[in-house]
């Protein structure tokens, strides 16, 4: 199954498995971070600027909460 979520600005999110962490993509399909809802870590893998980075992150922690 694969839940696809609104795109946010020129990101998209995507979880590719139904417990599995959310994927950040950009408008290329480029994995640049997955996040971990059970301890709500973002791990980025590309650079990203930082305005970006924490719009990303707080928009990722409102709409997945940690699971605790």
Known sequence: MRDEHPTFGSFRFKRSKADGCIQVLNEGSYVMAEYNER????KWQRVVL???RE??????VE????QG
Do not use: R
């Not at 719009?55 to 990722?60: A, R, S």
């Not at 709409?63 to 940690?66: A, L």
């Open 39 to 42: 301890t709500g870590v973002v």
């Open 50 to 52: 930082s305005t970006q």
């Open 55 to 60: 719009k990303v992150e707080k928009w990722l």
């Open 63 to 66: 709409h997945f909460p940690v």
